[in-house]
């Protein structure tokens, strides 16, 4: 993943990419734990989908003041998704450091825009003609209320299909992230090709990448629209650098590894010549 340093060292606590290079003993019940977390993380990110699935399309029907206005829920879910994210990517380098910083700014100014105060309806609502007060639960999600003022689809069904398509980004991003980690640390000490990694070379990367993308379509915001596409250049950029870190410590092993196993899309391709 992309939050190890690029070379062996003994206080490395995980490995950046495909690797973990920490030689550790494999003691079972670190294992067991490990094991644990990323089956709580991929339980509840399954829940989360399911619970949306399960949702009557007009079920959302809070108007705007019973939903904003809440900062408990902002704290906590800030405090959930920035434990996550460090938990998960344990940034070492100073790069590393840089993204998780703007990452957990996306998080942060997501959930206050999600459940405190909705500065993007505020701007948005005059252009659009009516009061910012008209955009309850439903109405919030403003591309499912983008569709419906078109007459394409109805609200609810927008909000549906709009929570449907997001939370299945974000559920498949969440279980990326702990099942790269959970690999990582599972395989101390060696160059890691099997499972996830047998598919794709940064999971982690492109699991933060799907998250960004999903919570952007269930809520979008003028900052996190302006903040994505800079995060995902920047994790973009720290795969790459990664790839030419583990070239240089593991040449012609990750090479062929490389050369075989995509760096973002899952699929295997024909081995090329070295």
Request: net charge positive; no cysteine; charged share 15%.
């Amino acid at each position: 993943m992309t939050t190890l340093p690029p070379t062996s060292r003994s206080d490395s606590p995980a490995d950046a990419g495909a690797i973990a290079r920490t030689p550790a003993p494999r003691w079972p019940l670190g294992k067991i734990v490990r094991t644990g977390i990323w089956a709580a993380v991929t339980l509840l990110a399954l829940a989360a989908l399911i619970l949306t699935l399960r949702e009557h399309p007009d079920g959302m029907r809070q108007p705007f003041d019973a939903w904003y206005g809440n900062w408990r829920s902002v704290a906590l879910a800030s405090l959930l998704f920035l434990a996550f994210l460090f938990g998960f990517t344990a940034p070492r380098r100073r790069a590393e450091w840089r993204n998780a910083g703007l990452t957990s700014a996306f998080f942060i100014s997501l959930f206050t825009e999600m459940f405190g105060i909705p500065l993007t309806i505020y701007l948005l609502a005059p252009a659009l003609g009516i009061p910012a007060s008209a955009f309850g639960l439903q109405e919030s999600h403003l591309w499912a209320y983008l569709l419906s003022r078109t007459g394409l689809i109805s609200l609810g069904r927008g909000v549906y299909l709009v929570m449907a398509v997001s939370m299945a980004l974000v559920g498949l991003g969440v279980v990326l992230l702990a099942t790269g980690w959970r690999q990582v640390h599972t395989g101390r000490g060696h160059l890691v090709t099997t499972g996830v990694y047998g598919h794709i070379r940064h999971p982690q990367y492109v699991g933060l990448i799907l998250t960004i993308l999903g919570f952007n379509i269930q809520w979008p915001t003028f900052l996190t629209l302006l903040m994505a596409p800079v995060l995902i250049v920047m994790y973009l950029r720290l795969a790459r650098q990664e790839d030419r870190d583990l070239e240089g410590e593991f040449g012609e092993t990750y090479r062929k590894y490389a050369s075989v196993v995509n760096a973002f899309v899952p699929g295997r391709r024909r081995l090329k010549a070295l």
